[in-house]
Structures are given as structure tokens and as C-alpha cells.
């Protein structure tokens, strides 16, 4: 069905509730008046409640009109937050290297405002074993507590045991932290590089004079006898 807003001669009823361009209420007018007022105005006349009985019309520029909505839905889509589901998985009987590897990839996205779906795989005689996984489980969840909770709490899936962690923080407003700390991190390594820079150059300049005041040094005390 169409959206588009019927206008000027599109609108076909006899009469129309007359809003002006301010906004101000002017009644219930003849369409053929209203549309003499849009053309006086140099403005068109837009219907804007079409099941209104009558019709509430309205004189404004309904190019302008148009082109402002579609740059607010462009900005509503641009702050759209889209759900972003990572996936982590791990064994029952994972080792402490990999738990720490494992856990700082959550750590990552959550911080990135990301949902973690955690996916605890058995095999063979590990599914006659389920507290093992809910004791990972549980563990991963509380120790990434700062940055997320429990969304969805631990159950059985087949060979499978589940949980998703949600982050504490919305994905724009992780996106916006991130960014001021990569600029700051950035600024860091320039401010760094230039005191680099400062000392090399210090360095060289002292090198640089202290080997010309040697030289001059040895000059003057040449004896003057054996130069004769």
C-alpha cells in the first residue's frame, strides 16, 4: 500500500480542515479555496490526515517536507543499534591457556557492546557430565561480570550445553568508548615518539659540541717551539 501523501489537485473532496503553514488552525474550508490559498502561498496544499472526516489538510512545501523526513529516517538508521550475536566455544575439561584466550575473546565483545552466545561442546562420556560445563559456565560469567550478564542461563541443547552473556553497555555507546580509546592510545604513541625525537636530537647536539670543544682543546696547547 502507498504512503505517499495525496496533494493539490490529487485531493478530491469538497471540503478540508485548513491547518496554515505554521501550524496554525484556519477550518473548514472548500477544497477549491484551500488550493487558491496553497497557490497565493506558493506552497502546496498536503493532505495529511486523510481519514478525518473531513480531511486535515495542510499548506507547506511538500518538497521540503519530503526531503527532511527522508533525512531523519536516514538518521534514525544510522543509530540503529543492531544485535550483534558472537559465538565462543569451548570443552568441558578446556585447559587454563585456552580458558584464558577463550575468555578474553568474550571480554572483546562485549566491550564491543556485543551479545556472546557460549557453547559448552561434550563428547563421549563428557554427557554423563553436565556440572562440569555449568561450573565453566558459571565461571566465564563471573568472570566477565563488568562487562556483562547472564542473559540467558545455562540449558541443555542435545550434545550441547548453552549461555548468552549481554553486555552491560549499548553497542553505540561501546563504539563511541572504543573510539576515544584508540585516539587516546594515538596520541600516546605521537606524544611518545616526539620525546623520542627530542632526546635523539638533544643527544646529538651535545655529541656535536662536546667533539668541537675538544678539538679547539688540542689546538691551543700545541707548543709553539715545535711548530718553529
Same mark, same amino acid.
Given at each position: 500500500?502507498?504512503?505517499?501523501?495525496?496533494?493539490?489537485?490529487?485531493?478530491?473532496?469538497?471540503?478540508?480542515?485548513?491547518?496554515?503553514?505554521?501550524?496554525?488552525?484556519?477550518?473548514?474550508?472548500?477544497? &477549491?479555496?484551500?488550493?487558491?490559498?496553497?497557490?497565493?502561498? &506558493?506552497?502546496?496544499?498536503?493532505?495529511?490526515?486523510?481519514?478525518?472526516?473531513?480531511?486535515?489538510?495542510?499548506?507547506?512545501?511538500?518538497?521540503?517536507?519530503?526531503?527532511?523526513?527522508?533525512?531523519?529516517?536516514?538518521?534514525? *538508521?544510522?543509530?540503529?543499534?543492531?544485535?550483534?550475536?558472537?559465538?565462543?566455544?569451548?570443552?568441558?575439561?578446556?585447559?587454563?591457556?585456552?580458558?584464558?584466550?577463550?575468555?578474553?575473546?568474550?571480554?572483546?565483545?562485549?566491550?564491543?557492546? &556485543?551479545?556472546?552466545?557460549?557453547?559448552?561442546?561434550? *563428547?563421549?562420556?563428557?554427557?554423563?557430565?553436565?556440572?562440569?560445563?555449568?561450573?565453566?559456565?558459571? *565461571?566465564?560469567?563471573?568472570?566477565?561480570?563488568?562487562?556483562?550478564?547472564?542473559?540467558?542461563?545455562?540449558?541443555?541443547?542435545?550434545?550441547?550445553?548453552?549461555?548468552?552473556?549481554?553486555?552491560?553497555?549499548?553497542?553505540?555507546?561501546?563504539?563511541?568508548?572504543?573510539?576515544?580509546?584508540?585516539?587516546? *592510545?594515538?596520541?600516546?604513541?605521537?606524544?611518545?615518539?616526539?620525546?623520542?625525537?627530542?632526546?635523539?636530537?638533544?643527544?646529538?647536539?651535545?655529541?656535536?659540541?662536546?667533539?668541537?670543544?675538544?678539538?679547539?682543546?688540542?689546538?691551543?696547547?700545541? &707548543?709553539?717551539?715545535?711548530?718553529?
Amino acid at each position: 500500500m502507498s504512503t505517499e501523501l495525496r496533494i493539490n489537485d490529487r485531493i478530491r473532496v469538497p471540503e478540508v480542515r485548513l491547518v496554515g503553514p505554521n501550524g496554525e488552525t484556519v477550518g473548514i474550508v472548500p477544497t &477549491d479555496q484551500a488550493l487558491k490559498l496553497a497557490q497565493e502561498a &506558493d506552497l502546496d496544499l498536503v493532505e495529511v490526515a486523510p481519514t478525518a472526516r473531513p480531511p486535515v489538510c495542510k499548506l507547506m512545501d511538500y518538497g521540503k517536507f519530503k526531503y527532511e523526513n527522508a533525512q531523519k529516517a536516514r538518521e534514525a *538508521r544510522r543509530n540503529q543499534t543492531n544485535v550483534v550475536i558472537k559465538e565462543m566455544k569451548l570443552r568441558p575439561k578446556i585447559d587454563a591457556h585456552d580458558y584464558e584466550t577463550k575468555k578474553g575473546h568474550v571480554v572483546r565483545f562485549l566491550r564491543a557492546g &556485543d551479545k556472546v552466545k557460549i557453547t559448552i561442546m561434550f *563428547r563421549g562420556r563428557e554427557q554423563h557430565r553436565p556440572e562440569l560445563g555449568f561450573r565453566l559456565l558459571q *565461571r566465564l560469567a563471573e568472570d566477565v561480570t563488568e562487562l556483562g550478564f547472564v542473559e540467558s542461563a545455562p540449558k541443555q541443547d542435545g550434545r550441547n550445553m548453552i549461555m548468552v552473556l549481554g553486555p552491560h553497555r549499548k553497542k553505540a555507546e561501546a563504539k563511541v568508548e572504543l573510539k576515544a580509546e584508540k585516539a587516546s *592510545r594515538a596520541a600516546e604513541r605521537a606524544a611518545a615518539q616526539a620525546e623520542e625525537r627530542a632526546e635523539r636530537t638533544a643527544a646529538n647536539a651535545g655529541h656535536e659540541g662536546g667533539s668541537k670543544k675538544k678539538q679547539r682543546g688540542r689546538s691551543e696547547n700545541l &707548543d709553539p717551539e715545535i711548530e718553529a
